[in-house]
Structure formats: structure tokens, C-alpha cells
């Protein structure tokens, strides 16, 4: 919904409350406060009431304005004709296979599940992918047909130890490691 419905929707409803209010005001005077002059107690009575339906009125309408929206994160990984791009939340980050100095995997515990992530590192960047970012499969599938030394099982190699970084270097150009 629109916020400009919302807050349309917040006025009318201050409207109608306010005028049930006014017109039964006189009433609950007359029934609960007989003797009272009631013109100054019901003037008094229907201030502080719009006042009060005012200021409920407003507060949640603020509260709606300002909330601020979680958007979702684009995280995307997508391979391209000579390598592969990330997308971590609009930046992206492209790298060449044949660019790739190091690869390092490694698992964050986030209390209830563990997240497999690799760090990929060329001479002048370096990025960062999870096994939530979408086509993991399809670029980890690659990746292993590019660099067929690392282990094909090392993120169930990675998941086992609990609550540990457990960050293993799963490739470096330099030392050429499995």
C-alpha cells in the first residue's frame, strides 16, 4: 500500500472519530455530570479528545513514514565467457580465471547455520561469495573443472567442525596447493 493511501486512510479516520466524539460528548455530560455547566466541561472534554486522536493519529503516521524498509541484498554470482562476476549488493566484482592468484574457504557461524564461503583474491581485488549467493552450484561446478587440485569435497570437508572458522586454503597460484 502507498504511503499517501495510508495516510489518507490515518485522516479520514481522525475525521470520523472526531466528529463521533463531538456528537456524543453532550450526551455522556448530561448522562454522568447533570448539575455541571456542561458547555465549558463539554468544550474542554472535545479539545483534549481531537487533541488526543490527533496526536495517536500522527504518531502512527510518522511511524510508517519513517520505518525504514529492509530491502533484500542482491547477492548473485554469474559466470561470464573468460571467468565470473559477483554481485554483492550492486557492486560487482569481475574476475578472469585466469586471474585468480588464491582461494580460501572457509565456514561463519551464524548460531543456528554455518555459511561455506570462499575469498577470491587476484593480484588487484578481492571478493567474497557464500553458498547463499545465487548460481554457487553452477560456479562451484566450474570453479572445479578450472582448478581441478582443490578437493571436491571441501566444503562438507569445511562444514564438519562446529563453531570453527576452519579457513583452509584451497588454492595459490604461487605455491599451487590442494
Sequence with gaps: ??????????????I?????????????????????????????LVNFGIAFIFIVLLISCLIFILRKKKTKKIEKIEL???????????EITQFKWSEIEKLTGFKVDRI??????LKIESDNKISFA????????IFMTELLNKFPEIDKNWESIIAISAFERKETELYNRNKNVG
Excluded at 24 to 31: F, V
Excluded at 80 to 90: L, P, R, S
Excluded at 112 to 117: A, F, N, S, V, Y
Design 112 to 117: 543456528t547455520t554455518d555459511d561455506i564461503c
Design 16 to 44: 470520523l472519530l472526531s466528529l463521533v466524539f463531538f456528537f456524543s460528548a453532550e450526551s455522556i455530560l448530561k448522562t454522568f455530570a447533570p448539575d455541571l455547566n456542561y458547555v465549558t466541561v463539554w468544550i474542554t
Design 1 to 14: 500500500m502507498k504511503k499517501s493511501k495510508i495516510i489518507l486512510i490515518h485522516f479520514v479516520l481522525f
Design 80 to 90: 561470464t565467457k573468460n571467468g565470473f562476476q559477483i554481485n554483492y549488493d550492486e
Design 130 to 137: 557464500t553458498e547463499e549467493f545465487e548460481g554457487w552450484r
